[in-house]
DNA sequence: CTGAAAGCGCTAACAA
DNA sequence: TTGTTAGCGCTTTCAG
């Protein structure tokens, strides 16, 4: 025998299925007395409904189950969203599907595919592509303007932008007097190989995305953030709005973002260079 | 209309139902003109199994989807988890259901009763609860005692562990001359305070947690690393087992904890103190 | 190789 | 207030 069914149920208070299918919906039209024996059978047998089978019968149709893809659930923005979105889904009595895309739109696809096949309410994903389904995506592009108007403004005119390869910035014929770090583990990889060139306050650092110690380090980090709080809330808040089938909603979400001036995104290029 | 259903393919294929589900599943013992059209007929509605009225009739009962309840999906230490769960999980075609129980035990009971009813194949906890379920629980008490230890051992009697309340360590008539800070963002906090104080040369530290930039503050922090990675890789290893039945597998997975000093946990409390 | 019938656990619509 | 019947979309079983 697998787990108890409604039948089950049925069959120990000595009622009709749909008696148990009342009580167990919460229901206030059954008579106290059923209730409570349909109560204590439910406990006697550990009962509990297969929310699969209820989905399938419904008429709204509603899995109350939404997918998140984001570039890595590991990353400090993409959990920060993810957790923002759960609270969000949560307020709803909404389960949420994590996902990490790896910011590779086939694995990307693949995810929302496979969300689909289990009817999942809506999708939320980080990224630039567009699925058939009920989605809100949010667009990380934006402060990388910011960042380099920034440098700029202090006179920087050797800008790098670094992903990933840190250190064949500075083996360059020509380095630059600046750079742009387009993540957090990113900006901390450059700080460390700044300081070991000892050039921690000869090059300007501007770090795409705030980190908890940012303030602390020598020189302190200017970064540009983009609240993946209000980010998460605000997609999941477009997202709920297109499922309740309310207005359109929003279908992507454009972090807003502010630099924060701490020091090292300050520094100017030595004159004369 | 909702979405097509295998019998809409069918009757578009002009074949029966079962046919349908044949190809769909990627049965080989069907007529490669069928399948043909069958394919069609698929692309042309746009078809999508529904994975929830599949698993309802089949017998395996598998909804290949698990629950991971950690204490904050948004914290470094859960996240990293969640990350490592998802692609063990991915490797078996398996989903995963976050949540955050933020240490609530009534939380984690709600959670882990919500994912029951989604008939989850199983739960990994970072909790101390038991649940009927197939389940994992994750350990996380460990790294105090070797903390503790090593500040033991650098003279310290008067060690404060942290929890939130930063701030009223220091308001203490006789103060420690030691901190053990529970978690990545109350040692962030610890560092930040006793800077304002003054007392960061004075005052040892150890964390519990990792952080990507402890390396680069000075003094750098010493803490005791739980390799979350690895942590949910072990999780999830022991969760499949129990799930494709074959031994009963671990049912609690505990970090091994590794010390790394990097010059905050080595202060020595003032002598004649 | 293909199809018809039954039924997974549940809710909708209707009847008593 | 309670129960009966039908059927959600799919897979199983068994017959052709």
Redesign the pocket.
């Known amino acids: 025998m ?9 069959r120990n208070a ?9 009580v ?2 919460g229901e ?4 106290p ?3 409570a024996r349909v109560r204590a059978a439910v406990a006697a047998l550990g ?5 699969g ?9 509603r899995t109350r189950m939404i997918g998140v893809l984001l570039t890595d659930l590991a990353g400090p923005f993409s959990a920060a969203v993810h957790r923002a979105v759960e609270d969000e889904a949560r307020a709803r009595g909404v389960h949420v599907l994590g996902g990490s895309t790896d910011d590779d739109p086939q694995r990307a696809q693949d995810l929302v595919e496979a969300f689909a096949r289990r009817h999942v309410d809506g999708v939320i994903l980080m990224a630039s592509a567009v699925v058939d389904l009920p989605s809100v995506v949010i667009d990380r592009e934006a402060g990388i303007d910011q960042g380099m108007r920034h440098l700029r403004n202090h006179g920087h005119r050797r800008i790098a932008f670094v992903e990933q390869e840190v250190h064949a910035v500075f083996a360059l014929p020509d380095p630059p007097t600046a750079i742009l770090a387009g993540s957090t583990p990113v900006t901390i990889e450059v700080v460390r190989a700044l300081r070991e060139r000892g050039l921690r306050d000869r090059v300007a650092l501007v770090g795409l995305g705030d980190f908890p110690a940012a303030d602390l380090l020598e020189p302190a980090v200017t970064v540009v953030t983009q609240d993946p709080g209000a980010t998460g809330r605000a997609a999941a808040g477009a997202l709920f709005e297109q499922i309740d089938g309310g207005t359109p909603g929003a279908r992507t979400i454009s972090i807003p973002t502010t630099l924060i001036a701490r020091g090292s995104g300050e520094i100017r290029p030595a004159t004369g260079s």
């Open positions: 697998g787990r108890p069914t409604m039948n089950d149920v049925a000595g009622v009709s299925l749909k008696t148990v299918s009342r167990v919906n206030t039209t059954v008579d007395g059923l209730a009962y509990r409904p297969n929310l089978a209820s989905m399938l019968r419904r008429n709204d149709r």
